[in-house]
T-cell receptor, first 112, second 114 residues
Framework: SQQGEEDPQALSIQEGENATMNCSYK?????LQWYRQNSGRGLVHLIL?????REKHSGRLRVTLDTSKKSSSLLITASRAADTASYFC????????????FGGGTRVLVKP | SQTIHQWPATLVQPVGSPLSLECTVE??????LYWYRQAAGRGLQLLFY??????ISSEVPQNLSASRPQDRQFILSSKKLLLSDSGFYLC?????????????FGQGTRLTVV
């Protein structure tokens, strides 16, 4: 089964609004990462948050991590049409050589 | 700088034909290597994972196999393709560092089995 599961599966917002998506996981992790995928392309790394961190910012991105609840959230502020993409969380399995497992993703549509 | 090459970009193959997708990484040594498959509009399914030459972990029993003949070369193969093998295949690498497991992806191969 997938280690990370994103919620919601799809999100449609207007340009300028904030987009929030969540990720839940099951095992112990070293870090949690968020990736972006434009249609038909490879994934691009956005941000990594370590297990001992609770919040991290990068430009218009804000990531939180709650290890007690085994969950993370990604917030994109002041969204732009160019933010339209699928967003995935990924967790590393320390017990398995830090292999990365991805969730099902959230498809975000930002309408101009 | 590190780069990853994955080819071909698209492939149409008949049922029962063999498959060989190749992925190579430049600019790093001893990477972790991954093959993922993505169905349309879905998440990534980890197929194979390798921490070194000849070391392959299979995540899902299936019609596919993987090999790592060289440190920076990862090959996905099938002897006889099935219709269900259609999908978007992604190769990726990451450092073998528990504190930095960021993955770098190739551009993917869209495989259609007809």
């Amino acid at each position: 089964s997938q280690q990370g599961e994103e919620d919601p599966q799809a999100l449609s917002i207007q340009e300028g609004e904030n987009a929030t998506m969540n990720c839940s996981y099951k095992t112990s992790i070293n870090n949690l990462q968020w990736y972006r995928q434009n249609s038909g392309r490879g994934l691009v790394h956005l941000i990594l948050i370590r297990s001992n961190e609770r919040e991290k910012h990068s430009g218009r991105l804000r990531v939180t991590l709650d290890t007690s609840k085994k969950s993370s959230s990604l917030l994109i502020t002041a969204s732009r049409a160019a933010d339209t993409a699928s967003y995935f969380c990924a967790t590393d399995d320390e017990a398995a050589g830090n292999k990365l497992t991805f969730g099902g993703g959230t498809r975000v549509l930002v309408k101009p | 700088s590190q780069t990853i090459h994955q080819w071909p970009a698209t492939l149409v193959q008949p049922v029962g034909s063999p498959l060989s997708l190749e992925c190579t990484v430049e600019g790093t040594s001893n990477p972790n290597l991954y093959w993922y498959r993505q169905a349309a509009g879905r998440g990534l399914q980890l197929l194979f994972y390798s921490v070194g030459i000849g070391q392959i972990s299979s995540e899902v029993p299936q019609n596919l196999s993987a090999s790592r003949p060289q440190d920076r070369q990862f090959i996905l193969s099938s002897k006889k393709l099935l219709l269900s093998d259609s999908g978007f295949y992604l190769c990726a690498w990451s450092l073998r560092d528990r504190d930095n497991t960021e993955a770098f992806f190739g551009q993917g191969t869209r495989l259609t089995v007809v």
